[in-house]
């Protein structure tokens, strides 16, 4: 019985410790770091373009992937059917991703975009 005791209460004062250190983590300070992007727009679009030798911007934006910052560029390439998607992170200017996109799909992501926009109106 004092066993079951002594284990008990051990194991609520385990609990109870990594509860306080979770706690005493400051979760804002890495999320404030994250709001706001260290390149601008322009520099990790001359990025993009680098890596697409010969494409033209279609479009880009600012956002989250996988919980940083992205900007995330399509870009189409003269003869070349569909798009080349670059992902570039905003913290460093690192190239994340390169795919590339056939004129379908392309389509049918813009008309959800454009689907969500209307239904968050």
Same mark, same amino acid.
């Given at each position: ?10 194991? #609520?004062?385990?609990?109870? @410790?990594?509860? /306080?250190? !979770?706690? $005493? ?5 890495? +999320? ?14 001359? #990025?993009?373009?680098?890596? @697409?030798?010969? /494409?033209? !911007?279609? $479009? ?5 992937? +996988? ?55």
């Amino acid at each position: 019985m004092k066993l079951k005791r002594t284990l008990l209460i051990a194991c #609520i004062t385990g609990s109870l @410790v990594t509860a /306080g250190s !979770l706690f $005493a983590a400051d979760p804002a300070a890495p +999320a404030a770091e994250a709001k706001s992007p260290v390149i601008g727009m322009a520099e990790a679009r001359a #990025i993009a373009l680098d890596k @697409v030798s010969g /494409g033209t !911007l279609s $479009a880009e934006e600012l956002g989250r992937s +996988a919980g940083k910052l992205t900007y995330v560029f399509d870009i189409r390439i003269p003869g070349k059917k569909g798009l080349e998607i670059v992902s570039v992170l905003a913290s460093d200017g690192t190239v994340v991703s390169m795919t590339h996109k056939t004129e379908w799909a392309a389509r049918r992501d813009a008309q959800a975009k454009r689907r969500l926009a209307a239904n968050h109106d």
